[in-house]
């Protein structure tokens, strides 16, 4: 596994148990369909929601949310409706969250999250 | 969170006040610039994110909505830069809102955080103090200009950091050389004295009473004969600039990035346009900022348009509106400018393409349909409107050997006697909208209480009846007459100067 990838593990893990330690109940996670990946999926009460990890070991180049582009939003609702079409069932609400991760090699972990980016 | 302060937009000379809100939501970083901004102003949001992160105050990495209103109102330029930063700053809750919101911003911001100087500072300024606003933040390069607005408390900052500490962001201080404006020459040029031009008494005499008078001047001579001599000596006759004039001369100077000094301009301007200028060169335009052309950096002075028939006709003809009315106005799709336009307007002609025809010493070259032809480039209702119309000979060997003995008269000297019949004739102008003979419509001196007795007007009267002049210049002609004898001391002016008045008026007859 290349290093980059670890860091992405690495990062969704965390904003795996930082959802659960807010209490949203994790659905699912790195769902695949021929259009692409969704990092985590999880339900806050009566919501969906499907969100993406953004992990970087600095803000050496950049803050990770800087780097969630439109195109990338964009995906990410195609994506949304994809795995709906895939998991027959009520989903009346649904929402697109971002986390971003910046977990240096050594030091604390950093986790910031943005509801409702779409 | 929200940021909200204050900025101005210029339009010609008055300026609205702009209010700029900052919004910072819970959303992916962006940066969004609403309120009709145009390519200069839409960049603003690169060149405020960078100035932020440079300074040491870098903007939340959530998405900044900044709206200038009123939102119709379309926005130039880079001058809000300061304030959209210091509201964004605001409403990441970097800087006091309560602070930013009291005082007004102006400055464009350079990568590095710096403040640029901006044009037409003192313009905004004083809309800003008419607006009812105390304090207001600009870039250290503009602080004099500013300055010259009376009852203003002027806040010179060299960087955003400064700005951000002056209203309460905790940032160590940080000393950075200021962006200065480089001073394009004194705005006093030398403009020559009256006493150097030899010869041509009548061409001095009808120069002073045109300075009297602010009567508009057409000079028709031969090369050589001191048209442009004359003309240049004009701003000199006239007096110093009252405090109105002053300050709207300085505004159309800053908002036409010329230099301003420390003090308001007192000298009245002068403005001489190569024959080649465009309409919009000459009156002024532009698609996106509509700025001042040469007509409006005249006002209050003199516009020297030397070799008239080069020039385009219907640039010419752009000037009658400004010349009717005072004001010049610009209409595009989107604004309407106006300018002030009260200039005095001073044309030099040659009488013929070669230049010679009518000079004693020379033979003109030119065929009769030519020398129609050029002068002809000349509109009727555009001279029409020239009082004084004047041919001016070159001087001969002889005037040239009496020159040395007797000076003429001064350029100082002259300007005492067109101050004294100035002041008489605002004397006798007082209970009228008019202060100057030339503002005077015929009508009103043709009325009771002002109308001259028949046995004065009589050579008029028998110009007009011949056909010599028409009403118009009957009028013109009445209203010179009334100059001239503001300039002798006279209460009212008599047959002879009547007389003085016509031949003032004559050049151009056939």
């Known amino acids: 596994m290349a290093a980059k990838d670890a860091l992405g593990r690495r990062g969704e893990e965390i904003a795996a148990r930082y959802l659960a330690s807010r209490g949203l109940a994790i659905v699912e996670r790195n769902w695949r369909c021929p259009q692409g990946e969704i990092d985590v999926i999880a339900r806050d009460g009566g919501e969906l929601v499907f969100v993406e990890v953004k992990t970087r070991s600095s803000v050496a180049f950049g803050h990770p949310l800087e780097s969630i582009t439109p195109v990338k939003l964009a995906r990410l609702r195609r994506l949304a409706a994809a795995w709906c079409d895939a998991h027959p069932g009520g989903h009346d609400t649904i929402r697109i969250d971002a986390i971003a991760v910046i977990a240096p090699r050594v030091g604390d972990v950093e986790v910031e999250h943005l509801e409702r980016v779409f | ?510």
């Open chain 2, 1 to 510: 969170m929200l940021g909200r302060t204050y900025a101005v937009s210029l339009l010609g000379l008055t300026g609205e006040i702009v209010e700029i809100e900052a919004d910072l939501s819970s959303n992916l970083p962006a940066f969004v610039l609403i309120g009709l901004p145009d390519a200069a102003l839409g960049e603003a949001k690169d060149r405020v994110r960078a100035a932020a992160i440079n300074s040491g105050c870098g903007l939340p990495n959530r998405k900044i909505t900044v709206n200038l209103s009123p939102a119709a109102l379309p926005k130039h330029g880079s001058g809000f830069d300061l304030a959209i930063a210091l509201a964004a700053l605001a409403a990441a809750g970097t800087v006091s809102s309560e602070s930013i919101g009291g005082v007004l911003h102006l400055g464009e911001l350079g990568l590095d955080g710096r403040l640029r100087p901006i044009n037409g500072v003192l313009p905004a300024v004083l809309a800003a103090s008419r607006a009812g606003f105390e304090s207001v933040m600009v870039p250290t390069g503009n602080a004099d200009e500013a300055a010259l607005v009376p009852g203003v408390r002027v806040i010179p900052v060299a960087s955003l950091r400064e700005a951000a500490i002056w209203h309460g962001g905790e940032f160590e201080p940080e000393i950075v050389e200021p962006i200065l404006r480089a001073s394009a020459g004194d705005p006093d040029d030398d403009e020559g004295d009256l006493g150097d031009v030899i010869g041509n008494p009548d061409a001095v005499e009808a120069m002073i009473v045109a300075a009297a008078g602010g009567h508009h001047v057409f000079l028709l001579g031969p090369p050589g004969a001191g048209k442009t001599m004359l003309a240049a000596r004009l701003p000199g006759l006239l007096p110093d600039l009252s405090a109105r004039a002053a300050l709207e001369v300085s505004s159309i100077r800053s908002l036409a990035g010329m230099s301003v000094g420390r003090s308001l301009v007192r000298r009245p301007p002068f403005e001489a346009p190569h024959h080649t200028a465009s309409a919009a060169a000459l009156v002024g335009g532009g698609s996106g900022q509509i700025r001042p052309g040469a007509a409006a950096r005249a006002s209050d002075g003199v516009l020297f348009l030397d070799e008239a028939p080069e020039f385009s006709p219907s640039v010419l003809d752009a000037l009658r509106q400004p010349l009717e009315s005072g004001l010049i106005t610009i209409h595009r799709a989107n604004a309407v400018a106006t300018f002030p336009g009260r200039f005095q307007l001073v044309m030099a002609a040659n009488p013929c393409p070669c230049g010679q025809y009518g000079a004693r010493d020379s033979e003109c070259t030119c065929p009769p349909a030519a020398r129609r032809r050029y002068v002809g480039r000349l509109s009727g209702p555009l001279l029409d409107r020239i009082d004084i119309q004047l041919r001016v000979q070159r001087i001969t060997a002889a005037q040239l050997r009496l020159a040395h003995e007797a000076r003429g008269v001064s350029s100082a000297a002259a300007r005492a006697r067109v101050s004294v019949a100035r002041a008489a004739a605002a004397e006798r102008l007082v209970n009228t909208p008019w202060q100057l003979n030339s503002q005077v419509p015929g009508a009103w001196l043709r009325g009771p209480g002002v109308r001259l007795a028949p046995a004065v007007t009589a050579s008029i009267d028998r110009a007009l009846e011949r056909g010599g002049i028409t009403m118009r210049g009957y009028d013109r002609v009445l209203r010179l007459a009334w100059t001239i004898a503001d300039l002798a001391g006279d209460t009212s002016p008599n047959a002879a100067q009547l007389g003085q008045a016509l031949y003032l008026r004559r050049a151009m007859s056939n």
